[in-house]
């Protein structure tokens, strides 16, 4: 399992995620510019009750500089550098983006589903490889990590976890692969949970074989937050799981669509109020520039089977009242990032309001970064076109030349003003 973390990193601070042990319970994070390891943060205390994970956080950065940071372990506060314990990728770099609303272009790695435990036939190292040639190749500025980071429920479990379950599938699926802990360490990481960090098409109301649903909700959730939350952007209370972030001039909302969930009726849901009106705060806020909004099930891409899907009945209504949201005001230059489907494409939405002129929204998919199946074509429909109770006519379609699901993969995007 790596120590190090490079998480959510802005103008002006970053969130450096760390891990130490009984042994080094003590953390200690130097870090400069350009290679430059003079400065010192406040050494962090972990707990054994967190699996001794933490944030440091640094403050008072230069924007758009190339930082490097180092994180040693300690038993004690006062121990020396010559006592501490140095792990193997204990070092990470990043750079700190341009202050927000700044004209810059921008490039970013995106993808989900990274299948672990299975041993050498799931083996996540040859994937995360590659990956991290990319990083280099594109010069990219962050990756996002849409849902699925583990496989808690692969193989299927036959008893009720406990924390210490989860926390291990966090161990094999990051330890267990050398170029994961070192792509872990190279870049921002932005990271949203989608089922499998609880359990498979996990709903609030959802029928299991064995334990609690709020018992298993509970620890997963805990893992979650001390493996891959923490190091997010806190932006809506301890609480929230979703969160916003900004590049320059191109912002983000990360959507949390599993742990409000409700599938069945009345009142499925895939977000809860609060959610939702923060998200069209966001939409509002930032109605003319070009965005991205990350959810880890497709919203744009209309599935046959649609089960737990944005397109399936029991989340429809929510998802049209997005639609009418963003017709309404005329929300365009919008862009939905997703995985979950073991497959990629471009994907469009002609909107229509009953009594405006038309725009397009859009689709990226990119899935899996490490999976056996693979979805073809013909899960989804290409082409449908469907009204809301409110008049607004939506029309989505796949363009079948993008569509991609021969083999493990991550998608590589440029911005560079309103062209992607």
Avoid at 3 to 10: A, K, P, Q, T, W
Avoid at 96 to 110: C, D, S
Avoid at 219 to 232: D, G, P, S, T, W
Avoid at 288 to 302: L, N, R, Y
Wanted: overall charge negative; some cysteine; aromatic content about 12%.
């Amino acid at each position: 399992m790596p120590n190090l973390i490079i998480g959510h990193v802005s103008y002006d601070r970053a969130r450096i995620w760390v891990r130490g042990s009984s042994k080094g319970p003590v953390a200690f994070l130097s870090y400069g510019l350009d290679g430059d390891l003079t400065q010192e943060a406040e050494p962090l205390l972990l707990e054994e009750r967190h699996a001794y994970t933490g944030v440091i956080t640094l403050e008072g950065l230069e924007a758009a500089e190339r930082y490097t940071c180092a994180v040693s372990f300690g038993q004690a506060f006062d121990d020396t550098p010559a006592v501490r314990l140095y792990p193997r990728y204990n070092t990470g770099t990043f750079k700190t983006t341009p202050p927000e609303g700044a004209e810059v272009e921008l490039n970013f790695i995106f993808g989900s589903c990274n299948l672990h435990s299975l041993g050498i036939v799931s083996a996540p190292g040859p994937a995360y490889e590659r990956i991290g040639e990319l990083v280099k190749e594109k010069n990219a500025d962050f990756m996002i990590h849409c849902g699925d980071q583990i496989y808690y429920d692969v193989p299927i479990p036959a008893v009720s976890p406990d924390i210490d379950q989860y926390r291990n599938k966090y161990l094999d699926a990051w330890g267990d692969s050398t170029p994961t802990a070192a792509l872990l360490t190279q870049l921002p990481h932005y990271m949203i949970l989608d089922d499998h960090e609880i359990v498979d098409d996990f709903s609030n109301d959802k029928d299991i074989r064995i334990g609690s649903l709020d018992y298993i909700k509970t620890v997963a959730l805990k893992a979650y937050r001390e493996f891959q939350h923490i190091h997010n952007p806190q932006v809506y209370g301890n609480d929230a799981l979703y969160y916003n972030f900004a590049f320059g001039r191109y912002p983000f909302f990360v959507m949390d669509i599993r742990t409000e969930r409700y599938q069945k009726a009345p009142g499925a849901q895939m977000m809860g109020q609060q959610q939702l009106n923060h998200f069209f705060e966001w939409l509002q806020t930032h109605r003319d520039a070009v965005k991205f909004v990350v959810t880890s099930g497709p919203f744009v891409g209309e599935v046959r089977n649609s089960g737990d899907k944005w397109s399936s009945e029991a989340f429809r209504p929510q998802r049209e009242q997005i639609i009418d949201f963003i017709a309404q005001n005329h929300i365009s230059k919008l862009v939905f990032l997703t995985g979950d489907r073991h497959n990629a494409y471009y994907a469009t939405m002609a909107i229509t309001p009953p009594d405006g002129d038309s725009f397009t929204i859009h689709e990226l998919m990119s899935s899996p970064i490490n999976q056996l199946s693979k979805r073809s074509l013909h899960h989804y429909h290409t082409e449908l076109e469907s009204k809301t109770q409110n008049g607004t006519t939506y029309k989505c379609e796949i363009d079948v030349d993008t569509y991609y699901a021969t083999h493990s993969n991550v998608m590589c995007v440029h911005v560079s003003g309103s062209i992607l």
